[in-house]
């Protein structure tokens, strides 16, 4: 054989052994990425700063732990398009999929599918009705007990001769709402006066089958900033002698106050409100610039934590994906929350903490914001 067609069977050689090495997964192959594990997030909404910035956050934790990665769909608060989600998942071959239902009912057809196609799936901050699969849920109800229960001797301590009642700015069809934020916080305003009333005001019913009632005013706002705003400002022509205010989320806290506001009301003095006293639900930027001013009667907010709770549902998937817990076994674990007052929290434990769980691109700076307004 000539020296020629000697070094032209060598490299083939080479080439064949190259090619086998490859077939069999050795070496870094350029398909790794293609077989990472993918994690498929369906949020409620994106408008909310915490679930738009716990997607970032869970993104960037799945890669950086697990290398997996995290794709979030944003259904924008439509149940339709959170299942239509679920079903672009599924056929992407996600490994995991993280649904926060839209409500409680409506997604027992779409677990199931999932789970008859051998795919993962968890609930995520949401409970559904069907209990099928593993849920991570927030622990909000202690702490909007406690923001209930120091609301009011707050407001009984500034006005010991003015009675307390009640109004929340909610959402009236999520069950999850009445066990975790407003029954809660109205357990706490009970265990403080206990002369709320019983007759001539709303009632519901948590998932327990207890009675809710007390609240002078109960309104439905959906998380919707407008329509807040709008079911607050009748709320106020209609019971102008309501004093402790709660809205249970980002949207219907803000738009609560918003209301107050332009209704000449929402006011503090040195941090002393003069005709009500404010509690909101997220502790984003724009609620903490709100209970940081001592000039705002929005004076307390629960404080959800989008950094700690991305960690907790990326964990909790990836315990279902790697088959260290059965996905057909419905168990609730708890992530913690937070709460926040004026009175309690100096500028600059809320701008840190702000700062940390929600990593803005420009660090919230208090005293300045406050100062500009």
Not at 279 to 284: F, G, L
């Amino acid at each position: 054989m000539s020296k020629q067609a000697k070094m032209i069977a060598l490299v083939t050689a080479l080439l064949l052994v190259a090619v086998a090495v490859i077939a069999c997964g050795g070496g870094d192959s350029k398909d790794d990425s293609d077989k990472s594990v993918l994690i498929g997030y369906i949020p409620i909404t994106l408008k909310h700063d915490v679930h738009g910035n716990t997607a970032v956050w869970a993104e960037r934790y799945a890669m950086e732990k697990y290398g997996a990665r995290h794709e979030t769909i944003d259904p924008d608060q439509d149940l339709s398009r959170s299942i239509a989600a679920v079903e672009t998942f599924m056929a992407r071959g996600a490994d995991g999929i993280v649904l926060h239902p839209v409500t409680e009912d409506g997604v027992r057809e779409i677990i199931r599918e999932v789970r008859d196609a051998d795919i993962n799936i968890m609930t995520y901050c949401l409970d559904a009705t069907c209990k099928q699969v593993p849920a991570l849920l927030i622990d909000e109800a202690t702490v909007a007990q406690e923001m209930g229960t120091d609301m009011t001797k707050q407001w009984i301590s500034l006005y010991p001769d003015i009675p307390v009642k009640v109004g929340f700015i909610s959402w009236t069809d999520i069950a999850f709402c009445f066990d975790n934020r407003t029954g809660p916080f109205l357990r706490g305003v009970k265990s403080v006066v206990d002369y709320l009333p019983t007759e001539g005001v709303q009632r519901f019913r948590d998932s327990a089958g207890n009675d809710l009632y007390g609240a002078t005013y109960w309104e439905h706002a959906g998380g919707v900033l407008e329509v807040a705003m709008q079911v607050t400002g009748d709320a106020i022509t209609k019971h102008p002698d309501v004093n402790i205010v709660y809205g249970d989320n980002v949207s219907n806290g803000l738009g609560a106050l918003a209301a107050y506001e332009a209704a000449g009301r929402g006011i503090a003095i040195d941090g002393v409100p003069q005709t009500e006293i404010i509690a909101s639900t997220d502790a984003s930027a724009g609620e903490l610039r709100k209970l940081a001013d001592p000039r705002s009667s929005l004076l307390y907010a629960l404080g959800m934590q989008p950094q700690v709770f991305a960690y907790a549902k990326v964990d909790l998937i990836m315990e279902l994906i790697n088959g260290t817990l059965d996905n057909d076994v419905y168990v609730q674990r708890f992530t913690p929350d937070v709460y926040f007052n004026f009175y309690k929290d100096s500028l600059q434990s809320l701008q840190d903490w702000f700062n940390a769980q929600y990593n803005p691109d420009t660090p919230l700076d208090l005293a300045a914001e406050i100062a500009r307004q």
